[in-house]
Nanobody
C-alpha cells in the first residue's frame, strides 16, 4: 500500500522561506513522477510543481516559478519543495502526490495523495 506523508509546513512571514517534505512508501519510487499541489480555502486544487522519476524533468506552476524549487532523493524515497520569497497568497494546504511517468500538472493524472501540510504566510 502506498503512503505519502508530508511534513515541514508551518507559519512564516511574507518574504520568508520554508521547505516541505514528502516521504513515500513506494517500492519503485524512482519510477514515479512526484508532484506538489496546493489548495486554499474556497479555491480549487492548484498545481505547484512536478518532478519526473530521474529528476531530469521538472515543471512549475506559473505562480511559483522562480520562487519554488522541487527536488527528490530517490535513495530516501523523499521529495522536497523549497519555497522562497513566500507571499500571503501562497497560504494553502500543500499536498504531495505520486503518479505514473506521464503525469505532469493535472491532479487527475496522480494516483496517490498525502493528507497535506498547512503552510501559512503572514503579511
Amino acid at each position: 500500500q502506498v503512503q505519502l506523508v508530508e511534513s515541514g509546513g508551518g507559519l512564516v512571514q511574507a518574504g520568508g522561506s520554508l521547505r516541505v517534505s514528502c516521504a513515500a512508501s513506494i517500492r519503485t519510487f524512482s519510477t514515479y513522477t512526484m508532484g506538489w499541489f496546493r489548495q486554499a480555502p474556497g479555491k480549487e486544487r492548484e498545481f505547484v510543481a512536478a518532478i519526473k522519476g530521474s529528476g531530469g524533468s521538472i515543471y512549475y506552476g506559473d505562480s511559483v516559478k522562480g520562487r519554488f524549487t522541487i527536488s527528490r532523493d530517490n535513495a530516501r524515497n523523499t521529495v522536497y519543495l523549497q519555497m522562497n520569497s513566500l507571499k500571503p497568497e501562497d497560504t494553502a494546504v500543500y499536498y504531495c502526490a505520486a503518479g505514473p511517468a506521464g503525469a505532469i500538472n493535472s491532479a487527475k493524472q496522480y494516483d496517490w495523495w498525502g493528507r497535506g501540510t498547512q503552510v501559512t504566510v503572514s503579511s
